[in-house]
């Protein structure tokens, strides 16, 4: 089990970079893999990102090159860097653990708004 708590959403101009962080407590943080998701208002919840645990990562195709996925295990930490940001980048921010497949564990989110 994993506790998930995220920070750093913010408003921001548009090409801009915010840096989110999701802070974990809890056994084996380190085994699993995590995942960024957003949700914008009347639209359905997206996959952002993803890293497992030996650190590979995906990307969805309207945020790559843009953002980049991180994780520092000795911090319980996971990152995500959003640069060149665009107003359709709007949306509450989750991060979730788990698997690939299944992510059981869920942050209470953290907004983000582009102007």
């Known amino acids: 089990h994993v506790q998930l708590v995220e920070s750093g959403g913010a408003t921001v101009q548009a090409g801009g970079p915010l840096r989110l962080s999701c802070t974990a407590s809890g056994d084996s943080y380190e085994h699993y893999c995590m995942g960024w998701f957003r949700q914008a208002p009347g639209k359905e919840l997206e996959g952002v990102a993803s890293?497992?645990?030996?650190?590979?990562?995906t990307y969805a195709d309207s945020v790559k090159g843009r953002f980049t996925i991180s994780r520092n295990n000795a911090k319980n930490t996971l990152y995500l860097q959003l640069n060149a940001l665009k107003t359709e980048d709007t949306a509450m921010y989750y991060c979730a653990g788990g698997s690939l497949t299944d992510f059981p564990y869920w942050g209470q989110g953290t907004q983000v708004t582009v102007s």
């Open positions: 890293i497992d645990s030996d650190g590979e990562t």
